[in-house]
């Protein structure tokens, strides 16, 4: 007959992995509990709702990473035991989400008004100055996601959970700081100076892989900001209709697409493979 039986030298293992990684979406949900809790009872309502909308607006570009948040994982796994090939997976990862992320997030920061009065309502403007705090979360997004996986796939599940609390403890410290020391905008400054503390993360990462991040934000980043400037120089933020906003975005879009493949010699090759296999 089967029976079940509980074997404590399999069991401690995988809850000290387990435990710390589940643990994660506790301490998340703690740390993101600040605007409804704390922004609530000192500021009111209309705060909250100015913050909700900042964060959402702000965060756009990076939703399409949590589709691949799914993968990270796995994906990482499959080369656990082979450092080379786990430091190439690495690489190419952050640097498409970095090329995934960079075009949306500039087009959404030097159009931030016309796409507010447009989609939003004007009633959204208010807002507008607590969103470029939370935009530059956009910076660190395409790392940070990547690397706690990397740490986990690594067994080191209990140093992503000391992250993650980290970053709950510096949340709610500089929250309440920022909000005694100038309200609303204070709350959103000491939230951006939070997203600086993934730096330590990065640096964490790079002691299991060798990595240098900084070229791979250039190269997404650079040539985003060199068609970004032209294009806002000549609009100015002043687009009055959805049809205005989606011609320039494909623009946008057409422009940074064409610029990356010319300066990465890597991303040229990626797509001549991509064809081959096609």
Do not use: H
């Not at 643990?23 to 500021?43: C, E, H, R, W």
């Not at 948040?69 to 690495?90: A, G």
């Amino acid at each position: 007959s089967i029976k079940m039986k509980f074997d404590l030298r399999l069991t401690v293992p995988m809850l000290r992995f387990g435990l710390p990684y589940q643990g994660i979406s506790v301490i998340s949900l703690i740390k993101d509990s600040i605007s409804p809790i704390y922004i609530g009872m000192f500021l009111g309502v209309k705060f909250v709702g100015y913050i909700s909308w900042a964060q959402t607006t702000a965060a756009y570009p990076s939703l399409l990473l949590m589709i691949l948040q799914r993968l990270y994982l796995p994906v990482y796994s499959r080369f656990s035991d082979q450092p080379k090939k786990l430091s190439n997976i690495f690489e190419k990862t952050v640097k498409y989400t970095n090329l995934i992320v960079c075009p949306l997030a500039l087009f959404t920061l030097i159009f931030i008004k016309s796409l507010t009065k447009v989609f939003f309502g004007e009633q959204w403007l208010g807002a507008i100055e607590i969103f470029y705090f939370f935009w530059i979360a956009n910076l660190f997004v395409p790392f940070s996601g990547p690397s706690m996986a990397l740490l986990n796939v690594k067994g080191k599940s209990n140093i992503t959970f000391l992250f993650a609390l980290m970053w709950m403890v510096l949340t709610w410290l500089f929250g309440i700081i920022g909000v005694k020391v100038n309200s609303v905008n204070g709350f959103s400054f000491g939230i951006l100076m939070v997203q600086f503390s993934n730096i330590i993360l990065f640096y964490s990462v790079k002691q299991y892989i060798d990595i240098k991040m900084l070229p791979i934000f250039l190269k997404a980043w650079l040539p985003g900001m060199i068609i970004a400037l032209p294009i806002y120089l000549i609009f100015q933020d002043d687009l009055k209709n959805a049809i205005q906003i989606s011609l320039l975005g494909i623009l946008f879009l057409s422009f940074y697409i064409v610029l990356i493949i010319f300066a990465d010699n890597g991303l040229r090759k990626d797509f001549a493979s991509l064809r081959r296999k096609a």
